[in-house]
């Protein structure tokens, strides 16, 4: 399970250099994580995609991305992300509840919520205010294991008005929810069953409540409103065998990373899907340190679904966690050509290459993994190797200075931006790339002397 912190900022170019160096001065200690896997986040997609669609979203435009935390919450900062902790999404008990949850999410960008938060933003008197705001535009960082994450930076006063949103926009991200849901053809009865489970939260104090709680109206008034709501247009929609297998593979991936091995074996047995107990049970074998176990298991999930790029990707984990270069390599090489846009497999197919010493290879494989992902920081530290063991000294030299400006560390990213500029042809993207980090290192020094 990795680690990274990471001052979300979108890109050094992609934001007005002010704003960027006003926010990134914000950024405090304390942290939240996010889990990045491919398998994870593919589900989150097939259970999101019917409510984006019926949004008139996007379904490849929007990603849905996990935050390492066990409390029940969600929220969104931006048009393009919608973040759940993965404690709600082993909390609910039907798939219904968790689209329900995400439909609500959606709700607030369609209905013009954020735009009113960022205004909001823009008037705030406050740097960190903004800085927390911000850094939770959290695009994803990390590898392709399960626990690969990235930490964004923010302070939790903060953060815990950033969130705070006004009654009469939760109320009516509600009721837009609802609507969504009956559009998609998704059982309306989720959005009911989802308050029920926040239900006993109103009784709690503020300190013991979860976040999702303190930020909504009282569970109660939910309840009743979603329940009229279901009188008047019915929820009796089956729930889609699709949807049902997705949310246990969902639950079942992050519940072996996140529990004890033990409490995973024991559990997998009463897994319905026999592709999916085998995947909990290589989990927890491989977490056990029991390479054998874990990479049977695996082989006999992928015999269930051969053409399942995911279970592929997690195959190729373990290989390369055991130091199995060759066999990972081949493994991602198998996962690649089933999944050949997903970004985080294509960072470990190139994280593979560079284990094997195809450098010119990885560097390839890389550079079209962040086509897709511009801020993959892991992805970024690999990419600096790549390019240094292929003499491309000033493209690593950039890369890592990205890498450590996307982690809010500025004068660090400022050195290895003016080794970048001193060394890439001058005028080219890479060496604007480079200055516009520079420019960002050099405003925030007068902004923090003032």
């Known amino acids: 399970m990795t680690f990274e912190r990471f001052s979300r900022l979108a890109s050094i170019p992609a934001l007005a250099i002010g704003l960027f160096l006003y926010l990134t001065a914000a950024v405090q200690a304390s942290s939240v994580s996010l889990l990045r896997d491919p398998d994870i986040e593919n589900g989150l997609r097939q259970l999101a995609a019917p409510i984006f669609r019926a949004a008139g979203l996007n379904p490849k435009r929007v990603r849905v991305l996990v935050v390492n ?50 205004q909001n933003f823009k008037s705030a008197n406050s740097a960190a205010g903004l800085g927390a705001a ?30 705070s949103h006004t009654r009469a926009e939760e109320s009516s991200a509600d009721q837009t929810a609802i609507s969504l849901l009956k559009r998609a053809g998704i059982n309306t009865q989720g959005m009911v069953d989802l308050h029920k489970l926040f239900a006993g939260q109103d009784l709690l104090s503020s300190v013991n409540q979860d976040p999702y709680t303190r930020s909504h109206p009282l569970t109660r008034d939910r309840v009743r409103a979603a329940q009229a709501f279901v009188a008047a247009h019915g929820g009796s929609t089956p729930t889609s065998a699709e949807a049902q297998y997705w949310l246990s593979r969902l639950q079942g991936k992050l519940s072996a990373f996140t529990r004890a091995s033990k409490w995973t074996l024991r559990r997998a047995k009463s897994e319905p899907y026999e592709d999916i107990r085998l995947m909990r049970e ?12 874990a990479l049977r298991a695996m082989d006999a999930a992928i015999a269930k679904r051969p053409n399942d790029g995911f279970y592929l990707e997690l195959r190729g984990q373990i290989l390369m966690e055991n130091r199995k270069w060759s066999d990972a390599l081949a493994t991602y090489r198998r996962a690649a050509s089933q999944q050949p846009k997903d970004s985080l497999i294509l960072a470990s197919l ?7 010493g195809q450098n010119s290879a990885a560097v390839k494989t890389m550079e079209r993994a962040r086509s897709l992902d511009f801020r993959n920081n892991v992805l970024l530290r690999d990419m600096a190797q790549a390019y240094a063991k292929t003499g491309k000294n000033g493209m690593a030299a950039v890369v890592t200075a990205e890498r450590y400006a ?45």
Do not use: C
């Open 69 to 118: 935390q066990s409390s029940l919450n969600a929220f969104v900062v931006d048009h393009n992300s919608v973040f759940l902790n993965y404690g709600l999404i082993l909390r609910v008990d039907t798939p219904e509840m968790l689209q329900a949850v995400i439909a609500h999410e959606v709700a607030h960008i369609t209905n013009g919520h954020i735009a009113r938060r960022t």
């Open 134 to 163: 911000l850094s939770l535009l959290a695009a994803a960082a990390g590898g392709g294991e399960a626990a690969a994450g990235v930490a964004i930076g923010t302070q939790s006063a903060a953060l815990r008005g950033f969130l």
């Open 282 to 293: 290589a989990i927890a074998h491989h977490r056990s340190n029991n390479s054998k176990k």
């Open 350 to 356: 190139g994280r593979a290459q560079l284990a094997a």
């Open 406 to 450: 996307l982690r809010g560390r500025l004068n660090d990213a400022e050195i290895h931006a003016k080794r970048a500029s001193g060394l890439l042809p001058r005028g080219s993207a890479a060496w604007r790339r480079a200055q516009d980090i520079v420019i960002a290192a050099e405003q925030n020094r007068k902004r923090t002397k003032k």
